[in-house]
Nanobody
Framework: QVHLVESGGGLVQAGDSLRLSCAASGRTFTTYSMGWFRQAPGKEREFVAGISWIGGSVYYADSVKGRFTISRDNAKKTVYLQMNSLKPEDTAVYYC????????????????WGQGTQVTVSS
């Protein structure tokens, strides 16, 4: 079992930065690949960034590549999403998720989800 809690969302202006955190509980955190997803009103949940359970491989959606950075601190059982150069189209509820084993981009294969944190970017 893994329990996830996101934090760090907020209201910012275009061009600003935010860092989201996802704190996990559970003894087997290191064996889970982690992903960040987002969902805007009226849209499907989409992949943003992912990191393998070993932490050596990272993955990004094209829309955030070069602006967002995902990282994990296994000692703190925390995953981060550093978001720079934010755009209004980044506005969404951001969720972190965990799945046992290899990374995957589809939200359908993730086993555990946080409650989400709102990110709003004004123009």
């Amino acid at each position: 079992q893994v329990h996830l809690v996101e934090s760090g969302g907020g209201l910012v202006q275009a061009g600003d930065s935010l860092r989201l955190s996802c704190a996990a509980s559970g003894r087997t955190f290191t064996t889970y690949s982690m992903g960040w997803f987002r969902q805007a009103p009226g849209k499907e949940r989409e992949f943003v960034a992912g990191i393998s359970w070993i932490g050596g491989s990272v993955y990004y959606a094209d829309s955030v590549k070069g602006r967002f950075t995902i990282s994990r601190d296994n000692a703190k059982k925390t995953v981060y999403l550093q978001m720079n150069s934010l755009k209004p189209e980044d506005t969404a509820v951001y969720y972190c998720a965990a799945r046992s084993g290899a990374f995957a981009a589809s939200p359908k294969v993730y086993d555990y989800w946080g409650q989400g944190t709102q990110v709003t970017v004004s123009s």
